[in-house]
């Protein structure tokens, strides 16, 4: 989150504000995040994320597919089956955020503040 502002584009004039707001689009759907968060460490099948996520497996499917054009998923075969994995890890990162700034929302000390200042202890 250092990261030089110039270097990465994040100034307000940017010419990649129009594909982060596809990509938060992307993101604005349940299913979609709770596939990002099965796959945070490591491929998996798409029988083993309908599982994960509670949908059926043509339903994740789709979704998959969607991802994979957005370039949030790649592929590997493995003999008949196919393995979906992150493409990088940005995607899982802004869910994390997503998920925190959600906690933030209920008011309180978040639980990852809480896991934050344990680990310092």
Excluded: W
Excluded at 36 to 46: K, N, S, T
Excluded at 71 to 85: A, E, I, N, P
Excluded at 94 to 109: N, P, T
């Amino acid at each position: 989150m250092n990261a030089d502002n110039s270097a990465c584009s994040l100034s307000a004039d940017s010419q990649y504000v129009e594909l982060a707001v596809e990509v938060f689009a992307m993101l604005a759907d349940a299913t979609r995040v709770r596939i990002i968060l099965a796959l945070r460490d490591g491929e998996m099948a798409v029988g083993a994320l309908a599982d994960v996520v509670g949908k059926s497996p043509a339903a994740v499917s789709q979704h998959l597919a969607k991802m994979r054009l957005a370039r949030m998923v790649s592929t590997r075969q493995d003999g008949t089956k196919v393995l979906y994995r992150l493409e990088n890890e940005h995607a899982r990162q802004l869910v994390a955020d997503a998920i925190f700034q959600a906690e933030h929302a209920l008011g309180g000390e978040p639980a990852h503040h809480r896991r934050e200042r344990k680990a310092a202890l």
